[in-house]
């Protein structure tokens, strides 16, 4: 595929309550290495997913907000 740019992969993460996600990026800046710490704390639940998946997801995530 020289010269054909490939589609990123998929990062599905978490939104947290906001008091959850203070408290957790208070705790990775006490003990993250600051030279690596340039994110809010987060959860990763999928970091990889193919690009093909994005609708098959989107539909999923929908249906599991909705239904929880």
């Given at each position: 595929?020289?010269g ?16 959850l ?7 990775r ?8 710490n340039?994110?809010?704390?987060h959860?990763t ?24």
């Amino acid at each position: 595929m020289t010269g054909e740019r490939q589609a990123a992969p998929l990062i599905l993460t978490a939104e947290l309550p906001a008091d959850l996600q203070a408290w957790a990026t208070r705790l990775r800046a006490e003990h993250f290495p600051p030279e690596r710490n340039f994110l809010d704390a987060h959860v990763t639940l999928f970091h990889a997913l193919p690009p093909s998946s994005e609708a098959e997801l989107r539909d999923c995530c929908a249906m599991l907000a909705r239904d929880h």
